[in-house]
Structure formats: C-alpha cells, structure tokens
C-alpha cells in the first residue's frame, strides 16, 4: 500500500517525533504505545522500556471496522497514546479514530523507521586529554565512537546512515575527520567506512577483516596487530582481539579507552557463530577466550570498555554510556574468570536469533553487493542479536 492509498483521518491529530519519545521514555514519564503493526513485526523489534507500556492491536482491526470493545477496555483514559507502525501513514489514521472516541493519542512521525534515526551522542568520562564520545542507536543497540584531539577526529564502527553526524559533530568540536576505521565486518548494520572513504577521510579495516574478501581494499588503510594512528595529540593503537569474528579488532584510544567492536560489551560477551556458522562457532569461542584474557583483561582496570552494541540488558554508567571499566567487568562478569571450557559451553549455550538479513549486510559490507541508502537503511533495520546472550552476563 502506497502512502497516497492509505485512509486520512477525518480529524486533526497530533505527531510525536521519535526523539521527543525518547526524551520522555528516558525522563521516566509514563508511555503508553499502541503498535498498529503486525504481531510477527512487533516481536522482531519493539519500543520498550522499564516505563513503557504497549498494547498491540494491527491497523487492519481498525480498518476492517472497529475492533472488539475490549482493544478499547485495555486503553488508558488518563494519559496519551502514542500510535506506531512502520512509516507513520497507518498509525495516524489509528490515532484519528481514538481521537474521535475521546482518547488524547498522537501518532509516532515516520513510524519505526524515525525511530530508527534516533541517534544520541554522549561523552565518555575516562582518563584522556581526547574527546571520546560514544553514538547510540537505541533502535537497533548500534553504538560507535568519534575520538577528536586538537583539530583532529576519528570515527570508529561509524554507520552508512548517519555519515554526515560524524563530519558534522567533529566540525562543532573544531576538527575534521582523519579516519573512519572498523572493528570488523559487521553483520548488523551497513558501514559508513566506505562511504567516508568517497569523501576524502581515510578508511581503515584489519588486514584480518580485509582477508575475509573486502573487495575495496585499495580505498582503505589495512591495520595490523601493533599499528598506530595518530589523531591530534593521542594514538590509536590496533589491538587484534579475534573471536566475533577472524578480524575481529579493537582498538585502544590514549590508553585510556578500549573500543572493543563486540569482542566485549558491557553486559555480556561476543556470539562466536556469525562468520563460521554453528560448525566453526566452537573454535571461534575458543578463540575469542583468549583474546580476551590474553589482549584485553591484561589492561588497567580503570581503561574503560565500550563495544560496538547494547542489549536491553545493559545500564548505562553516570555518563550515559553503555561502558564499564576493565576492573568492574572482571568483578561484575563470571564469563571473564571461567576456564576456557567453562567459558565456551557458556557462548554455546543459548546465543539469541541471528541479526536479520545478516548475511546480506555481510556480503555488503564486504563490497560483493551494492545497495543505495535507501535499500542500506531498510536492510539493518531491527535489532543486532551480536552478543552471545539476550541476558546480562553481569551481576549487580
């Protein structure tokens, strides 16, 4: 259905942008979500939160006439509604017809995929002279890194759709973009590097990732284990930690700062199957143990962590950031002090659904298939499954 065949409502209604409902979401106001979508849809990915209610009724009910008088007993009289579907054409004639019924509701602007926009900076509080912010993408758990020293920047893990932030927010902080470097091949969203690389800003893959069958490995920089990049006044520093995948990577910023891709997050540890399948995932588990007690764990305790994702597991230190210091995670995370036997029937034993389309946005990543911005942004759509478990692996 086009957007020129979707009903109008028959009265004015109210639009909410995706950022004002996660300013409210995260100011702790109440927030009641009708989600207009199919069931199928709404368990793949969903708007939620610890003050997040959602009632899911499809927008065909109202369509088809108005659904049964008990959809209308669940919703509530004293506080808005927030409709959403996909792209916020449907949605707006739901919140249309609550209206006419006496109910306050607005409609979500471009549905899920202005939630899908939603991309919020914060800076990291570490022990650095360098600006280390952290981007989060709360749709789908996406994070990654702008470092900006002098009148330098760099942007690590950046995201296809949301290039222009990068070189934006450098610009505000009085720097420009030196490099745009990757972890990895990431199977849960398209990569940016290439598509700064256009631009002028120097791409960087692990010479493990680029192995993998990088088809634009002369556009960018390959970076071996030990390599350094200097931005303004504090390198960079290549640290091969493989175990998410082959060329898994990560990188330590002023020594201070360890962007470790989803080698390690805050929560949880990486899944080792997305590469080698459930056949090459038990090797790779074995691998990502050791790099982490052998790369990672024998860093300063108080260097902190940031990977390239959340789950809705993971809580955010007073900074606002998804991160942890290298101490509180060996404390906080069995996973890190288990012996690697222990530590691999661990990853094994109950990874979440892969990323959707993940081998499609691998193969892109690569450069095998082309895809317009459009056609990116609709393909990592949903949520990132990186980690090995929908579940915190830390302990409070």
Known sequence: MTDSEFPTPDVEVEGIAAETLKENIDAGE????????TAEDVEEWAIDGENVESLNVPYFDFLAGEPDEEVFEQLPDDQQIVTLCAKGKSSEYVAGELVERGYDAAYLEDGMQGWARVFEYKEIDADTD??????????SGCMSYLVVSGDEAAVIDPLRAFTDTYQQDARALGADLKYAIDTHVHADHVSGVRALADEGVEGVLPAAAIDRGVTYDDAVTSAEDGDTFAVGDVEIETVFTPGHTSGMTSYLVDDAVLLTGDGLFAESVARPDL????????DAARQLYESLQERILTLDDDVVVGGAHFSDAADTREDGTYTETIGNLTEKMDALTMDEDEFVELVLSDMPPRPANYEEVIATNLGQEEQTD????ELELGPNNCAASSDAMTSD
């Open 30 to 37: 109440e927030v009641f979500l009708l989600d207009n979508r």
């Open 130 to 139: 360098a600006t280390v912010a952290q981007y989060q993408r709360p749709s």
């Open 275 to 282: 590469e080698g399948g459930d056949e090459g995932a038990p």
């Open 374 to 377: 459009e056609e990116a942004f």
